[in-house]
């Protein structure tokens, strides 16, 4: 399983702390992680090296995923998830129409392994909060089962029940 997993880097910083023997520098590592097959999580990790930054962000974003709900190679729903002032709005697109997104949001499309999406960046374009905000949305989908359960019936009761027509 671990060999599967793809590590997408989305930013890695300078950060300097001005001491009295002068500047020390360190570095900020943000890293995207999932398995193309529904699951992701991110990190960030602080290092006085950028490969060891990135190694310690890799390590936590592989611990701390999370599987989310897919339709093929889409998501189910349109959503809109929030993180500060940042909001990412999230649609699924029909087949062939690509990921449709930019910077942090296309790489978490990418390593969770949608292949069609249409995504919109609004307000703040920070991109630890962009891809907060991302992954917000992603984690208000539901499976067709869990709704189900939610409110009490079968899966077939809701697509019954629902105003979709059954052609």
Do not use: C, W
């Amino acid at each position: 399983m671990e060999n599967n997993i793809v590590d997408t880097v989305v930013s890695v910083r300078r950060v300097t702390k001005v001491t009295k023997g002068g500047k020390r520098f360190s570095f900020s590592a943000f890293v995207v992680s999932g398995d193309k097959q529904g699951k992701i999580g991110f990190a960030s990790g602080k290092s006085r090296e950028v490969s060891s930054a990135i190694a310690k962000a890799t390590a936590r974003a592989r611990k701390k995923m999370i599987a989310i709900p897919l339709r093929g190679a889409t998501i189910t729903y349109p959503v809109l998830g929030q993180q500060g002032a940042s909001k990412v709005l999230l649609r699924s697109a029909s087949k062939g129409t690509g990921v449709i997104a930019g910077g942090a949001v296309r790489a978490i499309m990418e390593a969770l392994g949608v292949k069609d999406v249409l995504a919109k960046s609004l307000g703040s374009a920070n991109q630890q909060n962009v891809a907060k905000a991302t992954l917000n949305a992603l984690a208000k989908l539901r499976t067709p089962g869990h709704l189900a359960r939610l409110r009490g019936k079968t899966v077939e009761e809701l697509v019954r029940g629902s105003n979709v027509s059954a052609k």
